[in-house]
């Protein structure tokens, strides 16, 4: 089993889940953006590469403003316009003694995590058709079994392969290892896994999002009920959102 989650771990219970549709909140991000300045200069920079893909380009940057808003809402403003560290593995940080975070955005919709404590990592798919043969499915399947014990994957099911994969994407990201590194570890790349691979006592779960999305988070030992909020996506509801501290 390459995940073996037996080892001694912390209960996240100061943990921030956030599910944004950009497509409902994007304006609304950058009227709060204009208004009010978050992004780093390395931010600002990456999203003028993407100026030849406009619509790529807004929901790259609403994602990465609706990252800013709600880490400020556990670190405080002093954070604006921080621009992250980038680890070897490639994992985002805003530096020692600040909150840990993760994000994943795919379509139109964009999952964020946060945490005082500990890493953690999400990832989350739009379900759909898959050009995969057969061997690569089993591979995928097999290195995310050991994540969830307690859940049958249908190889031949774009989903299960999809919920199976958001997990490893997860892992990879709460252990700031790349997601290259999990796949050869688990015997998804190469000819066969590593003895035992660096799962660091990382528990998965899969997290409610709506449909036709799939989504999963792993960090030290999760609390039974994950909470997953929504992003506001009008003004007032936005107000209310960044003056309650994370957690409320």
């Not at 037996?6 to 709060?32: K, P």
């Not at 003694?97 to 994000?103: E, K, L, N, T």
Request: charged share 25%.
């Amino acid at each position: 089993m390459l995940f073996n989650l037996g080892a001694s771990r912390v209960v996240v219970s100061d943990l921030e889940i956030v599910f944004v549709d950009l497509d409902a909140s994007c304006a609304l991000l950058e009227a709060e953006e204009a208004r009010t300045p978050r992004l780093g200069a390395a931010d600002i920079v990456r999203a003028a590469r993407l100026a030849g893909d406009r619509r790529e380009q807004q929901l790259w940057r609403g994602a990465r403003i609706a990252l800013r808003v709600v880490l400020e809402r556990m670190a405080g403003p002093g954070i604006r316009g921080v621009d992250f560290e980038i680890a070897t593995g490639g994992r985002p940080a805003l530096g020692a003694g600040q909150p840990h975070f993760s994000v994943s955005h795919t379509d139109a919709v964009a999952l964020i995590a946060v945490s005082r404590l500990v890493p953690v990592g999400v990832d989350i798919e739009r379900v759909r058709e898959l050009s995969m043969n057969a061997d690569r499915r089993s591979r995928i399947v097999a290195a995310a079994a050991g994540s969830a014990p307690d859940v049958s994957f249908d190889t031949s099911s774009n989903a299960d392969v999809l919920r199976a994969w958001v997990r490893l994407e997860a892992i990879a990201k709460a252990r700031g290892s790349g997601i290259g590194v999990v796949l050869t570890e688990a015997g998804v790349i190469g000819d066969q896994a590593t003895q035992g691979g660096d799962h660091r006592g990382l528990s998965v779960a899969a997290l409610s999002v709506p449909q036709p999305y799939i989504a999963a988070i792993a960090a030290p030992e999760l609390l039974e009920n994950i909470t997953v909020q929504t992003f506001p996506s009008r003004a007032d509801e936005l107000d209310a959102f960044r003056a309650r501290s994370a957690g409320q």
